[in-house]
Nanobody
C-alpha cells in the first residue's frame, strides 16, 4: 500500500489549507484513514481519523476547526483546516490502518504546514 499526500504550505494565522492523501495498492474494504502531525522536537500526534463508514474522531485541539472526510471510491482522505493557528505548524502525515491480527499500518510522506502569526 502506498499513500501519496498533497497540499500544505504556508498560510497566515486565521487562514485555511487543505490536505489530501490518495492510497493505492492492496486496500481492504474496511479501514481507517487519518492524519497525524509532528512539530519539531515533539512526538507525532493524531489529528483526525475516519473509518470507511464515515465515523470521524478529532484531537481536542482541532475540533471545530478541522474537518476530515474521505472518498471511498478513490481511497482518498482529505483534511480541511480552517482558522489555523501558529501552533498548527507541523509536518502532517496521512495514515491507513487495516486488518486485525495482524494489523497493518501505512504512512504517507509528510507534508509541511506552516502557519505564520
Amino acid at each position: 500500500v502506498q499513500l501519496q499526500a498533497s497540499g500544505g504550505g504556508l498560510v497566515q494565522a486565521g487562514g485555511s489549507l487543505g490536505l489530501s492523501c490518495a492510497a493505492s495498492g492492496n486496500i481492504f474494504s474496511i479501514n481507517t484513514m487519518g492524519w497525524y502531525r509532528q512539530a519539531p522536537g515533539k512526538q507525532r500526534d493524531v489529528v483526525a481519523t475516519i473509518t470507511t463508514g464515515g465515523s470521524a474522531n478529532y484531537a481536542d485541539s482541532v475540533k471545530g476547526r478541522f474537518t476530515i472526510s474521505r472518498d471511498n471510491a478513490k481511497n482518498t482522505v482529505y483534511l480541511q483546516m480552517n482558522s489555523l493557528k501558529p501552533e498548527d505548524t507541523a509536518v502532517y502525515y496521512c495514515n491507513l490502518v487495516q486488518g486485525w491480527e495482524p494489523r497493518y499500518s501505512y504512512w504517507g510522506q509528510g507534508t509541511q504546514v506552516t502557519v505564520s502569526s
